[in-house]
């Protein structure tokens, strides 16, 4: 077994910046916070974050019924219109509405009843914007080459989650627990209840002082002129990590 944690901040207040009120729990520190609320009857709507700051990524379920994982990610997700699916292969779909009305900030994120949640339902979020030394949230481009990619995060990442954009492919998460040495080869996909894989070459990547190297020209993380998005976390800031 493996798990992730994420600390917010502790009893969850009201929260009263959108069109309905919602419950969060805020980590200012950590740039995280989670999110209830439940769906009006109709109509584009927005739920208060509590971060304070845009979130980078949003990540949001129905949970009074069966829906999708919506993925807001700010650099591949520009407009309400765009969004990803946590539990599937596909790339940067478009539906009208997904997010409302108007895209996420510093106060509120939108979503679209009858597009993105049913109507009066229960909704989770969980939300992030970067954290210097600590986490980091964007977009690169691969290069088709085993000697691949260089990253910079700013950190040696403990987490690390990639996932193709312009086409299908698996969302793989990587960590240093599971895999302690270089080259980093133990992936899990949110998409999939497969068991893990180690035996792949199409998922090689270094974890280094201030960044990820990719070892590979695999389709999952290093396809030329391929767009990959990726949420990382750090083992610690920079000043303090070594690379190995």
């Avoid at 949970?63 to 990803?84: A, C, K």
């Amino acid at each position: 077994f493996v798990s992730w944690n994420w600390l917010a901040g502790g009893t969850a207040v009201s929260n009263t910046d959108g069109s309905v009120t919602s419950s969060v729990s805020v980590n200012s520190e950590a740039g995280f916070s989670i999110v209830s609320f439940t769906s009006p009857a109709s109509g584009n709507f927005t739920a208060g974050h509590g971060l304070g700051v845009t979130p980078e990524v949003i990540i949001q379920k129905e949970t009074g019924s069966t829906g999708s994982w919506h993925v807001w990610h700010e650099s591949v997700t520009t407009t309400t219109s765009n969004f990803l699916k946590l539990e599937t292969t596909g790339g940067v779909g478009s539906v009208s509405n997904v997010w409302g009305a108007s895209v996420p900030n510093s106060t509120t994120f939108g979503l679209g009843v009858g597009v993105s949640v049913d109507a009066n339902n229960t909704q989770i979020a969980y939300c992030f914007h970067s954290v210097e030394g600590y986490s980091k949230f964007g977009s690169y481009t691969g290069n088709g080459d085993n000697d691949g990619t260089f990253v910079f995060l700013g950190f040696r990442p403990s987490f690390i989650m990639i996932k193709r954009t312009n086409s299908t492919g698996d969302w793989i998460i990587q960590d240093n627990k599971r895999q302690t040495s270089n080259p980093s080869d133990a992936w899990l996909r949110p998409n999939s209840n497969g068991a893990e894989g180690t035996t792949s070459p199409d998922l090689d990547l270094d974890f280094v002082s201030n960044g990820i190297k990719i070892r590979n020209n695999g389709t999952n993380n290093n396809i030329s002129g391929s767009t990959y998005l990726y949420m990382a976390f750090a083992e610690m800031p920079t000043k303090y990590a070594n690379a190995r």
